[in-house]
């Protein structure tokens, strides 16, 4: 009898391996192989302050559908952090430029014949757009990917972020020489520069392609693949116009495809910006497989 496919998810036990990036710099990274592969692998993106474990049981299930998948942490998170935080330092721009150059060249060196889906998870779908080369990238999927700008939050919810960004994120992140990002519940606590980079771009509309406070060189135009964004009702971060703004910085992408998710109508309580990598969400990593199957 076949295993379902939850069953399967919890059976996949993943190559612990290291991805090195050009300047030296050693990534923990975790491969699932599935037993029987299809022509897809699939570079997880992690959201800012999020371990690659967090996306163990969506890797699995993917993996018992035939994807290759490659999980890695960012210099500074988790496994890939190796002094104090507050005596390391890089920033969300650095993770493209760096890491996910390095992951996407791994990838492609060991898998040249298999179509490259990225999933980026909030700020992993952003990190894509300053890595040289995502050339290699066929397909990709944006999970809770926002533009930051406070001006795009709820209306209920600006005046609040506003504050957050432009001084209690800065002033914090000075102080300490981190930013302590437990304690407000968002993860892992940030280096210092991702926090400053954070805030500086969540100021302007134009976030980080601002042409005074973005960041530059990047390469959002050069992606040329199929995008397929994300986006939950209950998603105070990354609200539909806000996740609708973000795919649009790929402006050259072949297809631009958004999904603004009712969880209820799914039979799920809730989603919100992290909720997506939950087993409660079956449902919907099957929809998203056979996209990816498809593209």
Known sequence: MEASSHQASKHTLPE?????????????ASVYAPLVPNRHVILLNSGTGVKRGYYHKFASFLASK???????????IGDSLRVAIQDFDTSISEWGEKDCVAALDWVHERFPEKRLTVVGHSAGGKIPGFAHNNVYISSLVTVAVPNSYWGLWHWWGRRGYFLFVQFIMPALSHLLSYFPSRFFGLGENYPKGVA???????????YLLHPKRGHFPNYFDEFRGDILALSFTDDIVATGAAAEA???FYANAENHTHWHINPK???????????????????????????????
């Open 196 to 206: 400053l980079e954070w805030s500086r771009w969540s100021r302007r509309r134009a």
């Open 246 to 248: 973000f795919m649009r």
């Open 265 to 295: 109508e799914h039979g799920i309580e809730s989603i919100g910006h992290s909720g997506y990598f939950r087993e409660a969400c079956l449902s919907l990593w099957k929809q998203l497989a056979e996209w990816i199957e498809a593209h």
């Open 16 to 28: 612990q391996t290291v991805i090195t990036a050009a300047d030296g710099y050693e990534l923990a």
């Open 66 to 76: 035939g994807f290759t998948v490659v999980t890695y942490d960012y210099r500074g």
